[in-house]
Each structure stands twice: as C-alpha cells, then as structure tokens.
C-alpha cells in the first residue's frame, strides 16, 4: 500500500514536471487592473509573472495532529503530500498504533507490562451521547472511531457562530455548556484539548498527575502572546 | 571567521531541532521543516461576535529554536486556503496568496477546476494585494471588503515542547509526564503570517456538518512550491 502509493507520487511528479517542460506558451502573466486593490497608485498597470506549476509541499488542518500521531519522518512527509479524502484510509490505522504505543510506553515506563494500560473512550462519548447514569455511555468513543476522526485531518469552521476549539464547560458528568468543533482562535489551548481527547479517558482527567500517574492531559502552560481586536489580530515581532 | 562560528551555531541549533518535533505544525517533518514552505500553524474564526466574516491566519515558518530564523516569503512558495462546503474533503473554493516584489497577492475565492496537489495560480480570479509589512503592520481592505496582510508577526502559539519530547520517551526514571507549571517554548517566537477576513458570502453556505451536527466549512492549508 505504502509503496504502491510512494510509487504513484514519483510517476506523478514525473508526469507533471513532463509537461511543465513541454509547456511553452506559461504565459500565465496577469494584467494588474485597477480593481486590483492595494496600490497606492490605482493608475499603477504592472505585469506580474505568476507562471509555473506548482506541488504541495506541506500541509496543516488541526493543529498537531501530524506531528504527535505520524509515527515516523516518513509518514509526516507522506502526510504533507496528501489530501484529506484519502487520509482516513491512508492514515487512520497508524494513527491508532501510535495511540496505543503512546500508552504502551508509559505502562512500560511505570513498571506494567503493555497490556496492562490502553487507550480508554474519553469524554467525547459522554459530551455527544449524554451520560448514563453509571456514567457508561452506548457509544463511546473508541481508539478507532477517535483516530478515524483525526485522521481526515481538516479544521471545521462554522460561519455566523463563535469559534471555539473545545470546551468540555462545567466537566463530567454532565459536561454542560460543552461547546467547539466550531474553528481555532488564537487563543484556544489546541495542546490541552488534544492531550484531553487522547489520554483523559472518560472523565478527561485519567493521567493528571494523581496518585504516582504521569499528568499527561496538560501541558502546564497556556496563552501568553499579544494579540489585538482589530485586524490582523496577532501582535507585532519581538 | 566570523561566519564559520555563526554557520556553526545555525548547524548546531539544526541538529537541535532535527531531533525533536514541534507542534502545532511548527517544523513537523523532515522534508518541509526550516524551509520557506513550512506552515508553523493555521487558525480559522469569527473574528468577532455575530460578524459575517471569518477570518484565516496561515503562519509560515517560525523561530523557535534560536538560530533557526523565520526569514521572508519566499516568491516559489504559493499558500492556499481550501474551503470544501458539501463535506467530501474535495475543495469547493480556494484562497491562493503569493508574494511578488515586496507584495503579497490573493486570489480566490475560486472554484478549483482541478483538485489536488498540484496548482497554478488562478490569475484570472484576482482579489487583492498589501504591501508586505516589516514590524509595523501595513493593512489593506479592498471594495468587497475582504482585510489582507502578509508579514512578520509574534507566534501565538503556546507549548511546552521540550518536555513534549521527553514525555513521549518516558523510561522508569523519568515517568512523570509534563510538569506543572510547565515552560512556554514558543514564548518570544515570530512567525511570517498571512491574513485574510472575507464575508461568508463569498464563500457560500456548507451543507457540511461538524459532529455536534452544526453547519461548518471543512477547511485546510497548503504550501506548494514552484516546479
């Protein structure tokens, strides 16, 4: 699959660099009219060369999700160079081993053996199903089901509501007020919620550091930088 | 001799960065991480309460290891914004933006006529163009109302990164996860952004849910540098 795949891109990228060569007339220059805004001078006519094909080299949805579940150098390059109605499949089942290695290494660490600590369904279940009384939910949400998600690696974005990444509100069980999925701001603590989601478990504080337990579902740091309410929003360099 | 002990620290500050892995997107993998193409992050939101805009904020690039500068955009490097609106993971519209001599200039939001990781810039769907800024940010807003800046910024990210890559290595000594407090890596850290606020008419209405079922774009950045 992995080879099939690596195969396909170089006999793309030969293809396409092929007919770059081939193209004779990139003539692909623009006319700078004036309803291009943003000269100070409107009269301004200037030829711009925006010619050439051009090849995806990075790529970003949800922050992090690359770079804490893509195993290996190879699959973050792979990553980059994908495009998300092929990630779920491409990407979902790796995610899910490096899940389970994650909670398999700290079992090993504590002295357990890798069996002994495994991913568990964390709140997201009790926050989209509502609780039971047990605090068991019908539909949790599994180490499948989580990385399936992540996997199809885009930022949803809701117009005309406010953005929040995640909130989880006033906690479990009940986890009123719970509100996101909605956008990033900059200040959202996108670290916090992910660590959460991945190793909270059910009640979003599974490894906090209690009882000799790693703190695994926080960083320790949240939002210090300046930011504006006017446009461009983010401060100026340091 | 001089540049032989500035070369050395930039090596240096390399092979730091090269064993370790950052977040959010900051220098994720070995092909794009340092170079001109790396995204560092991408935010997408209201900017305000009850506005019909959405705002995109693509950060390129990043300083966060000393020695390992942002620099300037680079002129092969062409940002997109893709929006998909019916909820296939197939962009609907796109966002291009690409600096040419001291400017940095948008196109879109367009319906792509092809799909996927290979682009040409869609010259013929002008939006609008801004001086690209130096510390002091130079803004531009055009007649349909769209905000557009390009230009270095303070990096808003937050992450204890260092310890990150501890705690993914645990070992019987060390087994105790973050700490708390924990330290901000990216405090003090710069990045090369580029912003966009455009109404939502201009992109359309999605039909696409999130899991809670509300009415969200799926959306996603690239780089893509010149064949």
Known sequence: MKLKRYTYTIALGALLSLGVACDSDDNDSMMMEDDMTGMEDDGMMEEVDFSGTFMQVDYMGRPGINTVLSGTGEIKNMHNTAIPSEMAATFQPGFESQLEAYHDGYAVALGLTPEDVDYEPNILGDILNGPDADGYTDNPVSATVLTSVLAADVLEVAPNLPTTYFNPGAGAPAYEGAVGLTGRTLSDDVIDVSLILLFGGGNGARFAGQDGLPLLVSDGVGFSANISTEFPYLGAPE | ?227
């Open chain 2, 1 to 227: 001799m001089k540049n032989t002990a500035k070369t050395a620290i930039i090596l240096s500050s390399l092979v730091v960065a090269l064993g370790i892995m950052v977040a959010a997107d900051h220098i994720d993998a070995p092909d794009s991480m340092g170079t001109t193409a790396d995204i560092a992050d991408y935010y997408a939101f209201e900017p305000t309460e009850g506005s019909d805009n959405t705002t995109f904020v693509v950060d390129l690039q990043t300083n966060v290891v000393d020695g390992l500068p942002y620099g300037t955009f680079d002129e092969d490097v062409l940002t997109e914004i893709n929006i998909d609106l019916d909820g296939d993971l197939v962009e609907d519209k796109v966002i291009q933006a690409i600096p040419r001599d001291g400017m940095m200039y948008f196109f879109g939001p367009f319906d792509p006529s092809q799909t996927g990781t290979s682009s040409e810039v869609a010259v013929d769907s002008p939006l609008g163009m801004v001086e690209i800024s130096d510390a002091t940010a130079i803004t531009e807003t055009t007649a349909d109302g769209v905000s557009l800046f390009a230009g270095p910024r303070q990096d808003p990210f937050f992450f204890d990164f260092n310890r990150y890559n501890q705690v993914v290595m645990p070992s019987a000594e060390d087994n105790s996860g973050f700490n708390s407090p924990g330290v901000d890596t990216f405090d003090g850290a710069n990045t090369m952004s580029i912003v966009i606020e455009l109404p939502n008419a201009m992109l359309g209405t999605p039909t696409a849910t999130n899991v809670l079922g509300l009415e969200v774009y799926k959306t996603w950045v690239t780089t893509n540098r010149k064949q």
